[in-house]
């Protein structure tokens, strides 16, 4: 059974900086990383996303300050928040298109993890 278990969120001032972090446990191989943010009232969004080969994918509001990526050999992805603003506050997830023998290819998801940066 595959598990997402993320870590590393809290509160922070505004100028600073989290490592999220998300490990994966149960599957073959990681395919793909996304991490994604429900802002409050505001729709979940694509903060950052990386494959099993490096590429890395970026939302606007994160470029430059957001930085991905994944430790193969723990399993576990990253998300480092630099630059820090109160608008960044919300709900933080990642998800993961992993490989497994018995399901093979799918999209399985964390539990979330929340960061607040206050001013």
């Known amino acids: 059974q595959v598990q997402l278990v993320e870590s590393g969120g809290g509160l922070v001032q505004a100028g600073g900086s989290l490592r999220l972090a998300c490990t994966v446990s149960g599957g073959v191989k990681i395919n793909i990383m996304d991490w994604y943010r429900q802002l409050p009232g505001k729709d979940r969004e694509t903060v950052a996303r990386?494959?099993?080969?490096?590429?890395?994918d970026y939302a606007d509001s994160a470029k430059g300050r957001f930085t991905i990526s994944m430790d193969n050999a723990k399993n576990t992805g990253y998300l480092q928040m630099n630059s820090l603003r109160p608008e960044d506050t919300g709900d933080y997830y990642c998800s993961a298109n992993v490989y497994t023998w018995r399901d093979g290819s799918r999209e399985y998801w964390g539990q979330g993890t929340q960061v607040s940066v206050s001013s």
């Open positions: 990386i494959d099993s080969r490096g590429n890395t």
